[in-house]
């Protein structure tokens, strides 16, 4: 009896391992129409209006969220495809209309459009969402306000599928902005079951849970782990994606996402440094795409407001003694676009015949230096952000040999990345290297936020001057192209003479995938878009 | 027994919440000017500021703290969006589950060696021995973990990717336990079991090197104490079978500081399982709260060292418990 016993246990697990191993084939079925993406972290919530939304919840409103309008797309010379933002196209907005006097704007929504719980789009969802947008503060408040959107007045439910805008400005980014990440349409029914008098927007059932109609629902979140998208298939704001299911597992070490892209187990890996970009693509058995950030720079930047920087004369002999090439291969291996103009090389206005500090020129530093009071130099300290101590590491042992060469004598000050914007606040650290990204490609909006003397925390030199807030705010709102063209050329002059920052290079954005993957489009939020995604 | 050592440890429990408390707010770094983001503006930062609270006093954001914590509520985390207390119920079971099979592989390795290598001093066993508590002393975890990873998984495939607790295709069994082990033994799904088996292994081998040597050693120095002892001898001069002077007389002797080194062990590997959550992308408590310590986001870390500081002391009375059952005197003394 008890030998029986036994056997039938022995049976019974042999049986369930087969079944087990009998069920693989499906799993692997499954890997042709779902897709594998690896990153350092995730999203901290899925709300992009939430305080404190990390970079990644870009790429939750992007696939999750329908906006009014998205981007165009073209080539660009390597061949990635990219975004076009000279190029508006619909998304939930079937067609839109400037008023005669050019005041406002007027939208169509498609009528067919459905939230993911079926729920149909209406003009009343895009006001609930830009209302809600220009309301509870903080960053979208803030995006919403560079494109002049700043009231919940200005958005008007015209009819079930009509919706405007009243502008309170001309301004050329209004149309734009709305294609970013933050003007998103929210399913306001849903949202406003969840709402409560002390949380009218509904902000904390919003953190975790989407309601949106974008081509993809997020199926399940697990704060810290990963994040599983599966398609629409009722999505009718763009052709039905192919990828039928997304999976983004967070891996936050880089040598264990490298080992899982060179396997074959992970289909796309972000965020690796960029050594291993370089050796990846000269393996050639992956598909490397690296895209210069669009209006994105990596820079020194000198305290405009403490002695010894606050003297132009000493910025002009730091720019002249700056290694500038060895400094861009050291931090990056080739992968950046060297830049010697405070302007991105995909930017209007670029042009890198205007800047004098192209070569070291060490005889006219050293000129400078005497000429400023400090024939014999200073001590200073260069602070940068630990966190990205890989890129910036490097590049401020080159800066600080090259500062010795003028007398110089500067310390390196690592700084922890929790207390990085702490002390970037302060605007007391007279050297740092930084960066600095603005999701809309006009260089006007890069100095608005590095250069103006509205002195935002991104005006890391705290920069002051009169004639360059003249130009930039003139520059926004210029409609005739060649007096903008004008403005551009001569804030980026003033820039150049007074070199509060000097440019070194505009990152990268690296993504590596297997080369079954293809369709891969570079977007100014550095997030992927599945959407356009196929796996072969 | 078990009531009059849980009082003892309140005080410490108490001087946790305190120290944590101060240090979190000592610390440098502005978690507004973190939170509101690169572009921020200073009365963004403020608005910010506001919403956690930062603006009020340190006695009033400390009797807030206090009065939440005993509600069970420890706050929210800036990093995960979540709950602290339900971030710390969800990332708990993973750790306590790698941390509880590195010791158990530790100790299914090291008791042995460490019997043989004091049974036979000097002898090649011993030598072995010595190199392997030496290794597992010296290499920090973060290499063997990485070189684990490329041996096994990179350059062989014998293991299964460093992709976290279960491959990507695969569900999390019902939450029973918080265990993926035991959950899926609950749920009758073998597969499942070894899939999270799979998963433990590169984790817990790494995990395990680094617990070996101090138990290995503590084995070998208390074996060699008891053998040389004079009941040994006399249980021996009594002609009694040296199979059973060894595990009846000097290996249960033997126990009692091994087990206090365990104690020791554990809370030892809680404390590199940091290192170990981030190579195989573990999502347990260690990576939460290095995260949390980056963003300088209080409330998590706060959390944290509470957890820790409730499980050390659970761990230090169940470890009095086993004294009692190794030892029948302690209990007599108590």
Same mark, same amino acid.
């Given at each position: 009896m008890k030998s029986q016993w036994w056997k039938a246990a022995i049976l019974s697990a042999i049986a369930l391992l087969l079944s087990t191993t009998m069920a693989m084939p499906s799993f692997s079925q499954d890997r042709s129409d779902t897709l594998l993406v690896v990153t350092e972290g995730g999203p901290n /919530?899925?709300?992009?209006?939430? #305080?404190? =939304?990390?970079?990644?919840v870009y790429g939750v409103t992007w696939n999750a969220y329908d906006r009014l309008l998205t981007y165009g797309k073209k080539t660009l010379p390597n061949g990635t495809v990219s975004y076009d933002f000279t190029k508006l196209e619909p998304e939930l907005a079937q067609r839109w209309w400037l008023s005669a006097d050019g005041m406002s704007v007027t939208f169509v929504l498609r009528k067919d459009a459905k939230f993911h719980d079926g729920t149909p789009v209406t003009a009343h969802d895009v006001k609930w969402s830009f209302d809600r947008a220009v309301t509870v503060g903080g960053f979208p408040t803030f995006q919403m306000n560079a494109g002049s959107?700043? $009231?919940?007045?200005?958005?008007? #439910?015209?009819g079930e599928h009509t919706f405007r805008i009243n502008f309170l400005r001309r301004d050329k980014l209004t149309l734009p902005n709305l294609a970013v990440p933050v003007p998103v349409i929210f399913n306001s029914a849903l949202a406003k079951r969840h709402a409560t008098p002390t949380d009218p927007w509904a902000m904390a059932w919003l953190r975790n849970n989407t309601a949106g109609g974008g =081509?993809? $629902? #997020?199926? /399940?979140w697990r704060p810290g782990q990963e994040t599983v998208y599966v398609r629409n298939d009722n999505w009718k704001s763009g052709p039905l994606p192919k990828i039928r299911r997304v999976v983004v597992r967070e891996v936050p070490s880089a040598g264990s996402r490298r080992a899982l892209i060179e396997r074959g187990d992970a289909d796309i890996v972000m965020d690796l440094p960029a050594r291993d970009f370089v050796e990846l693509a000269k393996q050639g058995n992956l598909t490397v795409i690296g895209t210069p950030v669009e209006n994105a720079m990596m820079y020194v930047g000198m305290? =405009? $407001?403490?002695a010894p920087f606050s003297d132009v004369r000493v910025r002009q002999a730091v720019a002249y003694a700056l290694p500038r090439k060895r400094i861009v291969e050291a931090a990056t291996f080739g992968r950046s676009a060297p830049l010697v103009t405070p302007v991105a090389s995909n930017t209007f206005g670029y042009d890198p015949k205007m800047s004098p500090y192209t070569m070291q020129n060490l005889s006219k530093a050293k000129a400078l230096m005497a000429e400023s009071g400090f024939p014999n130099g200073f001590d200073t300290t260069i602070s940068f952000n630990a966190g990205f101590a890989a890129t910036n590491e490097p590049m401020a042992i080159l800066l600080q040999e090259s500062l010795r060469l003028i007398g110089i004598n500067a310390t390196i000050n690592k700084i922890p990345g929790a207390v990085w914007r702490g002390a970037l606040l302060r605007k007391d650290l007279p050297l740092i290297i930084n960066v600095f990204s603005g999701w809309l490609n006009y260089p006007e909006y890069f100095y608005l936020w590095v250069l103006h003397g509205d002195n935002s925390a991104s005006n890391t030199s705290s920069y002051q001057n009169p004639e360059m807030d003249k130009l930039i705010d003139a520059a926004r709102f210029e409609t005739d192209q060649k007096r903008y063209a004008e403005q551009v050329r001569e804030f980026i002059k003033v820039a150049l003479r007074d070199v509060p920052i000097l440019p070194l290079f505009q990152p990268s954005m690296d993504v590596v995938m297997q080369k079954s993957i293809s369709g891969y489009t570079y977007w100014f939020h550095r997030q992927i878009d599945f959407r356009s995604l196929v796996k072969n | 027994m078990v009531a009059r050592r849980l009082a003892t440890a309140l005080p410490g429990v108490v001087g946790v919440i305190v120290v944590t408390f101060l240090l979190n707010r000592a610390l440098p770094g502005d978690p507004a000017a973190y939170f509101a983001g690169p572009a921020a503006t200073p009365q963004a930062i403020e608005e910010i500021r506001g919403r956690l609270g930062l603006d009020r006093s340190l006695p009033e954001q400390f009797v807030l703290y206090l009065r939440d914590l005993t509600r069970g509520d420890l706050g929210h985390s800036l990093t995960t969006g979540q709950p602290v207390a339900a971030d710390l119920r969800a990332r708990l079971p993973a750790s306590l589950e790698l941390a509880t099979c590195g010791l158990l592989l530790a100790l299914t390795l090291a008791l042995p060696l460490g019997v043989l290598a004091a049974t036979r001093p000097g002898s090649g066993v011993d030598h072995v021995t010595r190199l392997l508590a030496t290794m597992g002393n010296s290499l920090p975890v973060f290499f063997t973990g990485l070189v684990l990873v490329y041996v096994l998984y990179y350059l062989l495939g014998w293991a299964p990717p460093p992709l976290g607790r279960l491959e990507v295709f695969r569900q999390a069994p019902a939450a029973v336990t918080g265990s993926f082990l035991i959950d899926s033994l609950l749920a009758r799904d073998p597969g499942l079991f070894l899939a999270a088996a799979k998963q433990l292994i590169l984790p817990t081998m790494t995990l395990g090197l680094a617990a070996l040597a101090p138990i290995t050693r503590m084995t070998r120095a208390a074996m060699l104490g008891v053998l040389a002892s004079d009941y040994v001898r006399t249980a021996r001069a009594n002609g009694l079978a040296p199979r059973t002077v060894l595990y009846v007389y000097a290996l249960r002797n033997a126990m009692l500081p091994v087990v206090t080194t365990l104690g020791l062990v554990l809370s030892f590997l809680l404390g590199v399982s940091v290192v170990v959550e981030k190579i195989y992308a573990w999502p347990g408590i260690g990576a939460y709260a290095l995260d949390s310590v980056i963003a300088s986001d209080y409330a998590p870390v706060q959390g944290f060292v509470l957890t820790m500081a409730v499980v050390y002391v659970l761990l230090n009375l169940l470890i009095d418990l086993l004294y009692g059952v190794i030892d029948p005197r302690v209990q007599i003394e108590s």
């Open positions: /919530s899925m709300d992009i209006h939430g #305080v404190g =939304a990390n970079f990644q959107m700043e $009231k919940p007045e200005q958005f008007v #439910v015209m =081509a993809y $629902k #997020v199926e /399940s305290n =405009a $407001k403490h | -």
